[in-house]
T-cell receptor, first 115, second 111 residues
């Protein structure tokens, strides 16, 4: 069974650029959530996708957008990058979107640096 | 969203038990208590969860207070590999499955 994978591992961009991060969910999972983790902080929920539809969003501006594909893999897009977007971006997949007891399986993350 | 409170850091000696506390005084009746941990340079990983009764799995035990306002994650014999940030998270049916992470407890394990 393949776990959650993310690409790229590291990325360096300049302010104002756009970036796309990718996530392949664990086999059999139909839900993907994205989190942003600044240095020394806990992860912050960005949004969740369930069966290709956005299913909840955290306190992030519209320049953070996403997609989920029929195979349940997902992309996170960030436009007009700002210095504060520098962080570890984590993807997590799960069997169900709303279950209270469902565990989420996290990938290793993409480290984004904005200069 | 109900909030949790954890100590910023704890220390333990290798092969000794570790008790990581979490306070969640505003927990609702349908909130599950989840624990995740994040090893250095990795994404978080699920440890255990429970609702009312104490729970055991291969990684840890979860002791839940009778009034559910606090819980304790128990690592029975800490190893160096258990050094991580431990997050206590409340997960209810109203939050679309998102995990709300706090600062967590940084556990150091000394050889």
């Amino acid at each position: 069974e393949t776990g959650v994978t993310q690409s790229p591992t590291h990325l360096i961009k300049t302010r104002g650029q756009q970036v796309t991060l990718r996530c392949s969910s664990q086999s059999g999972h139909n839900t993907v959530s994205w989190y942003q983790q600044a240095l020394g902080q806990g992860p912050q929920f960005i949004f969740q996708y369930y069966r290709e539809e956005e299913n909840g969003r955290g306190n992030f501006p519209p320049r953070f957008s996403g997609l989920q594909f029929p195979n349940y893999s997902s992309e996170l897009n960030v436009n007009a990058l700002e210095l504060d977007d520098s962080a570890l971006y984590l993807c997590a997949s799960s069997f169900s979107a709303t279950s209270e007891y469902n565990e989420q399986f996290f990938g290793p993350g993409t480290r984004l640096t904005v200069l | 969203d109900a909030k949790t409170t954890q100590p910023n850091s704890m220390e333990s000696n290798e092969e000794e038990p570790v008790h990581l506390p979490c306070n969640h005084s505003t927990i609702s009746g349908t909130d599950y208590i989840h624990w995740y941990r994040q090893l250095p340079s990795q994404g978080p990983e699920y440890v255990i969860h429970g609702l009312t009764s104490n729970v055991n799995n291969r990684m840890a035990s979860l002791a839940i207070a009778e009034d559910r306002k606090s819980s304790t994650l128990i690592l029975h014999r800490a190893t160096l590999r258990d050094a991580a940030v431990y997050y206590c998270i409340l997960k209810g049916s109203s939050n679309t499955g998102k995990l709300i992470f706090g600062q967590g407890t940084t556990l150091q394990v000394k050889p």
